[in-house]
């Protein structure tokens, strides 16, 4: 048998060899229980950070973004809940630390919203200079079915 580090399950020396940095991008699959089964999801999206190297407690922070929004999760880079790591892809980056992704990111959403045109007009209307009535029903709710959901 070679002469391998393990801990509780996890092949720290794999772990190690993956030489994680901030700006790749990653794929980790991390076990799940969920009624006393254990399934695998993967959690894919960039590295911003990596804290404490490759110590017992080093650390690496993942962003991605899901339904519109960020999310981020750091996850230990020992864990024995992560089932495998995959490096996707590397990127070149001057910084150890990608924290200003997050205010970019926001940035360029408020951008995109700054361009974008109010829904009802089309262009031929707006080119003519003309108001288009925008139908109130579908851009209001009514209080009661508001309960209604609330209460369900």
Known sequence: MENVIKV?????????????????TVRVWQKIEEKGKIRLQAFEG???????GSEAG???????????????KIFP?????????????RATVRSS??????????????????????????????EKGEEVPVDESTTEVEAGSVAEVAAE
């Open 8 to 24: 509780s399950g996890v092949d720290m020396e794999a772990r190690k060899a993956l030489g994680i940095r901030a700006g790749d």
């Open 46 to 52: 960039l590295v911003l950070a990596v804290k404490h």
């Open 58 to 72: 080093g650390t690496f922070t993942v962003r991605r973004v899901a339904s519109g929004v960020g999310v981020e």
């Open 77 to 89: 880079l020992y864990s024995p809940m992560i089932d495998k790591i995959q490096i996707i892809k």
């Open 97 to 126: 630390k990608l924290y200003y992704i997050r205010e970019k990111v926001s940035r360029e959403a408020r951008r995109l919203l700054r361009r974008t045109r109010m829904m009802g007009q089309t262009t031929s209307d707006l």
